[in-house]
């Protein structure tokens, strides 16, 4: 009987061992299934590429604008974050971060105690190295599964990446609430500041949020926030990261909050352009989530004088819109750009997609046509209302309100005044599709039909501020087109170039024909239709008005600057027949907004922008009394001297005419 009770109890134990064992081969089984499972983990710094928040530079290196996805976020490198801050986070978060190997068993047990004795929840046991891996690997789902790969992944990454490199991924991933991911796009959310510059008090609170930031979060609860930076003082106090009086000093800081930053809209429509360019040549998920730093060459100060002035000279609400875009022919770059009245109600961006018809302002490139051609600025022509007979019927030309009904003209005069009956014989004589070639090549992107009416700006499509801006730079440049463009470099987070516009050069017409035809055009701003676009140095430009007074164009240049200004209604069928007691054309509001923007931009590049390029006109006599006569190196655009190859004569105004001698020659 003795030996059957024994056998009964060694088969119960031996069922039980058993049991145990295939438990515990069960658990290794799940635990090797889950290891194996698991993706190849490691921070690699090089390739650790989170959302981060893109920024838009000016020129002068102001900030116009960042970009961001739903994660705002700047990775700041570790050495730039404080030790406050790195020890405020191990002390609160996972204060035995730097001894254990990834999961941390007594402060799981000392979070089931405290949760258990509670009676909710108030402590947790994940180290940094979980929540990491939460982070960067999982998703949020709460299940047994879910947490014990938590676990397994927090060792691998332990064994892949030393602490700092875990620490240092861990505070830039993080979310401090606000909207704010990341420890730099926190200081700047609550303290204004980079995490760099942050204090033990600042450091303390924001380590404090994490845990519940919207329980925590400053700006939620400040009286909640400040108790719980505290706790944090209290906890570095404890494990000796800070002593006593560092402690007491930093608890009796009051929590001063930076008032919310928000980027000053400067430029909106500019800052649009940029941004649509960009995503067209990288992609929106870099723009967005790259951590790109664009780098621009709009000019505050110019785009200043440029909203000014579409306000002065048309104030009131129901006033034409301006559209008006300002390049550095020299090198493609944009620096001013109106866009519209108010971006905010309407984005529709007149000065990059506006397509309207450009009227007389389209003129100077049959003029260009045809100098390339052998015509001469004296040649004569007939200037009265021309009849012919076309592809498509026959194409009656009248003059400007029959300003002209007979006689003849030389070229120059017709620039000048604009005569439509010389032009229109003028595109007849070189050809309408030798016309479209050379505003092409000059910069017109719009497909242009080769149809004579194109002479005097009659487009099937229209062209815009940009492109016109463009074109006529090519003029200025002496011929030489420049691609547009509002980007000057943008780089990457580890300073690397992801994109820079290619400045080439591209020879687009002759720089003798460019010079004759500045000339002819700097005629028009001195005694023609242009008159109101004089800036008291030298400059030249043409007029465009369209019919029925629809549209009305200045376009002109002076110095390194060429501008395109458009002003007339975004729905493109009202009339401009009495704005302010008077007919809109392109010799009024857009030239006088011209004159006033040039005469301020031209200040704000610079007195070397100040002056004619080599295919400036050479100063004629009647220049203005104040004026100098000065000879002009056109390469240096300093003072000639007598080795220089290229130069020109101009005259400019006492103060821009103060400048040095030319080295490079």
């Excluded at 579409?310 to 550095?328: H, K, Y």
């Excluded at 463009?485 to 300073?495: D, E, F, L």
């Excluded at 704000?604 to 000879?631: E, F, K, L, N």
């Amino acid at each position: 009987m003795r030996s059957l009770r024994l056998a009964r109890v060694l088969n119960i134990v031996a069922g039980l061992l058993a049991g145990l064992c295939l438990i515990f081969l069960g658990i290794g089984a799940y635990l090797y299934y889950l290891s194996a499972t698991l993706p190849d983990l490691g921070v690699d710094q090089s390739s650790f590429k989170p959302a981060q928040t893109s920024v838009v530079y000016a020129a002068d290196g102001s900030v116009l604008a960042e970009w961001h996805g739903e994660q705002d976020r700047t990775v700041v490198a570790f050495e730039k974050i404080p030790d406050s801050m790195r020890d405020a986070v191990v002390a609160i978060e996972d204060e035995r971060f730097y001894t254990h190997t990834g999961v941390d068993t007594e402060a799981i047990v000392r979070a089931l105690k405290v949760n258990a004795e509670s009676g909710e929840y108030k402590q947790g046991g994940s180290t940094i190295t979980q929540q990491l891996v939460k982070l960067l690997f999982t998703d949020g789902e709460r299940t047994l599964t879910r947490k014990v790969r938590e676990a397994l992944m927090a060792y691998q990454l332990e064994t892949k990446a030393d602490k700092q490199e875990l620490l240092e991924t861990y505070l830039n991933l993080v979310y401090f609430g606000e909207g704010s991911y990341g420890v730099e796009s926190a200081a700047h959310r609550y303290f204004g500041k980079p995490s760099t510059d942050l204090t033990l008090d600042e450091s303390a609170l924001l380590a404090g949020i994490i845990q519940s930031p919207s329980r925590y979060s400053p700006s939620n609860d400040l009286e909640a926030s400040t108790e719980r930076r505290n706790v944090v003082l209290g906890k570095m106090l404890e494990l000796g990261y800070i002593t006593p009086a560092e402690e007491q000093a930093a608890r009796s800081v009051e929590v001063t909050l930076a008032p919310p930053t928000e980027v000053p809209e400067v430029a909106p429509y500019f800052v649009e352009y940029v941004k649509q360019d960009l995503i067209d040549r990288v992609g929106s998920e870099m723009v967005f989530q790259g951590g790109l730093r664009v780098q621009t060459s709009l000019v505050p100060a110019a785009q200043r004088a440029a909203e000014e002035a579409a306000r002065a000279i048309l104030p009131a609400d129901g006033d034409p819109a301006v559209s008006l875009v300002c390049l550095d022919h020299s090198t493609g770059e944009v620096i001013a750009m109106v866009g519209g009245r108010d971006f905010k109600t309407d984005k529709f961006n007149l000065a990059v997609q506006g397509r309207r018809q450009p009227g007389s302002a389209f003129k100077p490139f049959v003029l260009v046509t045809a100098l390339a051609r052998g015509v001469r600025p004296a040649d004569v022509f007939s200037a009265a209302p021309y009849t012919v007979k076309v592809t498509d019927g026959v194409w009656n030309v009248q003059n400007y309100e029959n300003s002209v009904t007979s006689g003849s003209m030389t070229l120059s005069a017709a620039t000048n005044w604009s005569v439509n009956a010389v032009y229109a014989r003028l595109i007849m004589k070189v050809g309408a599709e030798n016309v479209v070639k050379t505003a092409t090549a000059m910069g017109i992107t719009t497909p242009l039909e080769p149809n004579p009416a194109i002479a005097l700006g009659g487009l099937t499509t229209g062209v815009s501020p940009l492109e016109m801006a463009s074109a006529y730079g090519t003029i200025a440049a002496g011929g030489v087109h420049r691609e547009p463009s509002g980007i000057v470099r943008v780089t990457n987070g580890q300073g690397e170039t992801v994109y820079q516009p290619d400045r080439a050069e591209i020879r687009a017409i002759d720089a003798g024909v460019a010079k004759t035809a500045s000339l002819m055009l700097h005629d028009v701003v001195e005694t023609g239709t242009g008159q109101a676009a004089r800036i008291g140095t030298w400059a030249a430009g043409k007029t465009g008005t369209t019919q029925a007074y629809r549209d009305a164009w200045f376009v002109g240049y002076s110095g390194s600057l060429c501008t395109a200004v458009w002003v007339g209604h975004p729905e493109g069928q009202v009339s401009m027949t009495n704005v302010h007691g008077i007919k809109v054309t392109g010799g009024s509001f857009p030239a006088k907004i011209w004159q006033r923007f040039m005469q301020k931009a031209l200040v704000s590049r610079g007195a070397a922008s100040a002056t004619t390029t080599s295919a400036g006109a050479p100063a004629g006599d009647g220049q203005p009394a104040t004026q100098v006569r000065v000879t002009i190196c056109t390469d240096s655009l300093l003072l000639a001297n007598f080795r220089c190859p290229n130069t020109i004569e101009i005259y400019l105004a006492p103060e821009l005419a103060a400048r040095p001698i030319c080295t490079e020659h």
